[in-house]
T-cell receptor, first 117, second 115 residues
C-alpha cells in the first residue's frame, strides 16, 4: 500500500506568489515524522522541514511551512514568496516511530515545481 | 564542513557487468544510507549502516547487491551482475548520530545506466 501520496506531478507558480504542494500519508503508528526534501537538477536531496506527529503547532522554516492536518493525514508544504531558485523536485517523506525506534524514510513520488519569472 | 562525496557521478555499463560506487560521508557522521532512485520516483532505502554495522538491509537485492562500510567511515555499494532495471541514481546520505536524526545529508548521487 502506498504510504506517501503526492498527487501533483507538476506545478507552476508565478515568482513572488505562494504555492502549496500536496502530500497525504497512511500509517497506523501513532508516532511518526513527516519530512519535505527539495531535489534540484544537481541531484542532491536538501532537507527543508520536519513535523512530528505529536507536535502541536505547524512547523515553519523561513519561507517554508508545513500545513499538518492529522485527521486528514495530510502534510502539505507551503512555500511563500516563490523564487526562481525554488524550481526543483519536492519530495514528501514519512518515518514511522520516533527516537531510536524510528524506521526508514519512505518517500512519495515527488512534485516538480516550476517558478515562472 | 565538507558534504557527502560520491564517485563516480556517472557510469554506463552493459547488463551482466559489475559496477561499484563509493561514498564518503560527512566527517564524524555515524549513520550512512544508500538509496536507489529510479527515474520518476522517490528514493528507496537499500541499506543503512550505524558505524560499520548494518541496521537495515531489508530492501537490498542481496543476490546481486552488496555493500560494506569498513572502519565505519566510507562505504562501497556493488552490483554484480547488473540488470537493465538497475538503471537509477544511487544516492548516499549520512546523519550525525543515528537514524532518529531529523536531517539526513545527501550526496550528489551516481547516475547508473545499464544497456
Amino acid at each position: 500500500a502506498q504510504k506517501i501520496t503526492q498527487t501533483q506531478p507538476g506545478m507552476f507558480v508565478q515568482e513572488k506568489e505562494a504555492v502549496t504542494l500536496d502530500c497525504t500519508y497512511d500509517t497506523s503508528d501513532p508516532s511518526y515524522g513527516l519530512f519535505w526534501y527539495k531535489q534540484p537538477s544537481s541531484g542532491e536531496m536538501i532537507f527543508l522541514i520536519y513535523q512530528g506527529s505529536y507536535d502541536q503547532q505547524n512547523a515553519t522554516e523561513g519561507r517554508y511551512s508545513l500545513n499538518f492536518q492529522k485527521a486528514r493525514k495530510s502534510a502539505n508544504l507551503v512555500i511563500s514568496a516563490s523564487q526562481l531558485g525554488d524550481s526543483a523536485m519536492y519530495f514528501c517523506a514519512m518515518r514511522e516511530g520516533v527516537g531510536n525506534q524510528g524506521g526508514k524514510l519512505i518517500f512519495g513520488q515527488g512534485t516538480e515545481l516550476s517558478v515562472k519569472p | 564542513e565538507a558534504g557527502v562525496a560520491q564517485s563516480p557521478r556517472y557510469k554506463i555499463i552493459e547488463k551482466r557487468q559489475s559496477v561499484a560506487f563509493w561514498c564518503n560521508p560527512i566527517s564524524g557522521h555515524a549513520t550512512l544510507y544508500w538509496y536507489q532512485q529510479i527515474l520518476g520516483q522517490g528514493p528507496k532505502l537499500l541499506i543503512q549502516f550505524q558505524n560499520n554495522g548494518v541496521v537495515d538491509d531489508s530492501q537490498l537485492p542481496k543476490d546481486r547487491f552488496s555493500a560494506e562500510r569498513l572502519k565505519g567511515v566510507d562505504s562501497t555499494l556493488k552490483i554484480q551482475p547488473a540488470k537493465l532495471e538497475d538503471s537509477a541514481v544511487y544516492l548516499c546520505a549520512s546523519s550525525r548520530r543515528g537514524p532518529w536524526e531529523i536531517e539526513q545529508f545527501f550526496g550528489p548521487g551516481t547516475r547508473l545506466t545499464v544497456l
